[in-house]
T-cell receptor, first 112, second 108 residues
Framework: NAGVTQTPKFQVLKTGQSMTLQCAQD?????MYWYRQDPGMGLRLIYY???????DKGEVPNGYNVSRLNKREFSLRLESAAPSQTSVYFC???????????FGPGTRLTVL | GENVGLHLPTLSVQEGDNSIINCAYS??????FIWYKQESGKGPQFIID?????DKRQGQRVTVLLNKTVKHLSLQIAATQPGDSAVYFC???????FGKGTMLLVSP
């Protein structure tokens, strides 16, 4: 099992560009999450999906959209990237909202 | 989200010492806690969990203690090794709040 995979690993964008971060899990988990991690800020929840077909805002949703494409895949979209969105993005999944989360390797995004 | 915080941002220890990382929480109804380890350049990984009907749980070289009276939990790592150097997060069931974490630095 690959666990949680994320693509791309690295990305550089110019301000105003758009892009989608991809995440997939092969553990048949119901719940999936997107976090961002900035130096000294810990992990902050952007959006999550408790189960296929549902998505909810987390702590810092502004500037992002998500799509739970199917049970395996949960994508994060930046419609108009801003330098403040420079961060490391982690996708995670869990069996349910109340279970331990399994994290992907992260995507390091730089917005110039 | 719940308020799950950590007392110290950085903990430096010598190889072979025991390490103790602390975490406080504010919701007395919290019933399940998880500790994660994040190595440099990687995503967090589950280490150990504890439920509120327990006050101690042991894993391999790790022990988690839960004190519900003062709403505090700790992660103890025995015979700390350089490979234990990482950021450690505590998290609460149902909450996707991780806090800033504690960085453990192990010197040889």
């Amino acid at each position: 099992n690959a666990g949680v995979t994320q693509t791309p690993k690295f990305q550089v964008l110019k301000t105003g560009q758009s892009m989608t971060l991809q995440c997939a899990q092969d553990m048949n988990h119901n719940s999936m999450y997107w976090y961002r991690q900035d130096p000294g800020m810990g992990l902050r929840l952007i959006y999550y999906s408790a189960s296929e077909g549902t998505t909810d805002k987390g702590e810092v949703p502004n500037g992002y959209n998500v799509s739970r494409l199917n049970k395996r895949e949960f994508s994060l979209r930046l419609e108009s990237a801003a330098p403040s969105q420079t961060s490391v993005y982690f996708c995670a999944s869990s069996h349910g909202l109340h279970n331990e989360q399994f994290f992907g390797p992260g995507t390091r995004l730089t917005v110039l | 989200g719940e308020n799950v915080g950590l007392h110290l941002p950085t903990l430096s220890v010598q190889e072979g010492d025991n390490s103790i990382i602390n975490c406080a929480y504010s919701n007395s109804a919290s019933d399940y806690f998880i500790w994660y380890k994040q190595e440099s350049g990687k995503g967090p990984q589950f280490i150990i969990d504890i439920r509120s009907n327990m006050d101690k749980r042991q894993g391999q070289r790790v022990t988690v203690l839960l004190n519900k009276t003062v709403k505090h939990l700790s992660l103890q790592i025995a015979a700390t090794q350089p490979g234990d150097s990482a950021v450690y997060f505590c998290a609460e069931r149902g909450s996707q709040t991780f806090g800033k974490g504690t960085m453990l630095l192990v010197s040889p």
